[in-house]
């Protein structure tokens, strides 16, 4: 079931990217980025008050949301930091780069993750993996010479490094949310980061946007806006409850969530009429085919 799930939660991410670029697209970063917490914080607001006042009834569904002790929301607090700290960089690179540009970085966060394990835990990588490594590599190297034939030079522009910064930051919340399905409910996690991130958004949009609006970007309401806010909280509530299986694979869920990336490279080639796509398409079946290599030769 847990695999099923995965697959349920890649395609409903291929979506959620198509729906933030639509709304992205010569708009205020910011408050789009508050207003699509929000109304995903709003989606999830019945669950707790329920869980509160009618705990017996709520406690036969898999919406509970049970009490949280201070250490629960702390924690949870960190989630919320770490992904907003991913969607921010990911946003504005979202915004400034072609969509088929940013999927196959993006697709590199596996890779990421396990040179953070190598690092900080001191692994070594067995011979399947390292060809992993290095097919990866090369298919990002190929992918920046496809993006010097649309001006984006890999190495000078820096949205170029905040899709890296995006996909560092995802790769170790993803390695986070394992820890916290382990300790805490799956619903007391997607509720409450989704709270916490709405109220530092809040703050950001204050001090940041509001006093600079006349000034900077305008921000324009669109209702692809709710579309993020739907298919991201479908996303992880799917994804969390496939984790939450004590059988449940991190690795192997990683790699089919992020086969969500096919969806929205293909969504977003037909959408935006984007250049060198049959180029593009090769360089990330390249990351793909080096990622299942690398997160299964050993």
């Known amino acids: ?4 799930l995965g697959f349920i939660s890649a395609l409903l991410l291929g979506v959620y ?8 697209q010569q708009n205020a970063v910011i408050p789009v980025l508050f207003s699509s917490v929000a109304i995903s914080s709003l989606l999830l607001l019945p669950f707790p008050i329920l869980s509160h006042f ?20 702390f924690f949870i607090f960190l989630k919320a930091l770490l992904v907003l700290a991913s969607w921010l960089f990911g946003y504005f690179a979202f915004k400034h780069l072609p969509l088929t540009i940013v999927i196959p970085i993006e697709a590199t966060r596996p890779l990421w993750t396990l040179l953070g394990a ?32 649309e001006g984006v030079v890999f190495y000078r522009n820096k949205w170029i490094f905040f ?9 170790a919340s993803g390695l ?8 805490f409910s799956r619903m007391d996690v997607q509720t409450y980061y989704l709270f916490y991130q709405t109220v530092v958004m809040g703050i950001i949009v204050m001090i940041l946007w509001y ?14 806006i709710i579309a993020i806010s739907v298919f991201l ?12 299986d004590p059988v449940a694979m991190i690795s192997l869920l990683t790699v089919i969530r992020r086969s969500g990336v096919l969806v929205s490279f293909t969504i977003g080639a037909i959408l935006f009429h984007e250049k060198n796509i049959r180029l593009k398409a090769v360089c990330l079946l390249g990351v793909i085919a080096g990622t299942v290599i690398l997160l299964f030769g050993k």
């Not at 079931?1 to 099923?4: A, I, N, S, V």
């Not at 990217?17 to 992205?24: H, I, P, T």
């Not at 399947?128 to 034939?149: A, D, M, N, P």
């Open 54 to 73: 009618f705990p017996e009834m709520m406690r036969q569904t898999i919406f509970y949301v049970p009490p949280m002790t201070g250490r629960a929301h």
């Open 233 to 244: 909280t479908l996303a992880d509530f799917v994804y969390f409850y496939a984790l939450s």
């Open 163 to 171: 899709v890296i910064l995006a996909a560092l930051t995802g790769a």
């Open 176 to 183: 986070y949310d394992k820890f916290l399905m382990k300790e």
């Open 17 to 24: 990217d198509v729906a933030k670029k639509v709304s992205l």
């Open 211 to 224: 006093p600079k609006r006349k000034t900077s970007a305008p921000f324009q309401w669109r209702n692809s």
């Open 1 to 4: 079931m847990w695999l099923f």
């Open 118 to 149: 190598l690092v900080v835990f001191s692994e070594r990588l067995s011979l399947y993996q390292w060809i992993g490594v290095s097919v990866t590599l090369f298919s990002f190297y190929l992918f920046s010479l496809v993006g010097k034939r």
